[in-house]
């Protein structure tokens, strides 16, 4: 399979006072989400060290028997928070109806960075191993500063003032998802999947992956699918359906899985992503951006509330009939 070509932008210009560059640097970002939805980013000043020890914590954690694991699983099974077990989720759903479950399990956290400030408790964070919550309260601070890099990236690269995304970012609507995708010694039911086809629901995605056979695959303009290249200590930054609805079409929510390992492949090949969903507060309305509407290219959309959206998209993915 070949790969997709996926714009590299280093933003490291963005914690500078370059102007010039960071108006060059955004200009590339935007190019890369109107011709592909995605982007890798370098440059970002999140501490490798930190990713790395994440990284590890989390596999210790995802080694835990099932028991341990799913006494952090909410009985209402929330896909926003807390343990996701093999089997809850089929993202596919939301485009194709009834599909296999994803093979899969998840480790969510909900807006921890309110709850660092004291004004959010819903989650439940795993006593074991004991470094995990300390070091995905520090992952938290990094993603949230990240976010707003972002957003003023955005600002930019849609032909805006560099702040103009600032308040709806104020207080943004950040979800951390942590997910362990297995070996698979037996083969999976046909049509079944790592994580099956879908856009993204809201508004950029972060994702750090692995190396692990068994990745990320995005489907080109053709309708074929390309494996999108791991660069180590970079992100993947892609388009969902809420940033594509903001700007009217002009970044593209671009159709992604992650494809199971082949079957020759021998050895381990548990994959393990740290994924941030980084989305405008709940309460802000969605409506396209003035930059991205004109006589020639009207609003396609009526505007509509950005919490309300991704949890009808989120509602539709889940299913409900698995027991803890």
Known sequence: MTHIEI????????????????????????????RTG???????????????????SLRTFFALPFDQKS????PEKVKGRGYLPMGIES???????????????ALVFSAPHRELRGEHSRNDWPGAP?????????????????????????????????????AAYADPSLTLR????????????????????????????????????????????DGIWREARTIPGSFVINVGDLMSRWTNGRWRSTLHRVTNPDRVVTGSTQRLSLVAFTNPHETWEIAPLPSCVSDERPAAHPPVRAGDFIREKIRTSMDLTVTR
């Open 7 to 34: 714009e590299v932008v280093d933003i490291g210009p963005f914690h500078t006072d370059d102007a010039d560059a960071r108006l060059a640097t955004a200009r590339a970002f935007g190019r890369s989400m109107e």
């Open 38 to 56: 995605f982007a890798v980013i370098t440059g970002h000043r999140v501490p490798e060290t930190l990713a790395e020890d994440l990284h590890a």
């Open 71 to 74: 006494a952090l699983m909410p």
């Open 91 to 105: 993202v596919a759903k939301t485009l194709d109806g009834e599909t296999p479950p994803d093979l899969c399990e």
């Open 130 to 166: 004991t470094e995990l919550t300390p070091l995905i309260r520090q992952w938290t601070q990094e993603m949230e500063r990240l976010t707003r890099v972002l957003a003023r990236i955005s600002s930019l690269a849609l032909d805006l003032p560099e702040d103009y995304l600032d």
């Open 178 to 221: 942590f997910v362990n995708y297995p070996d698979q010694p037996d083969p999976p039911a046909p049509g079944q999947l790592r994580y099956g086809a879908h856009h993204d629901y809201g508004g950029l995605t972060v994702l750090r992956q692995d190396t692990a056979p068994g990745g990320l695959e995005i489907r080109d303009t």
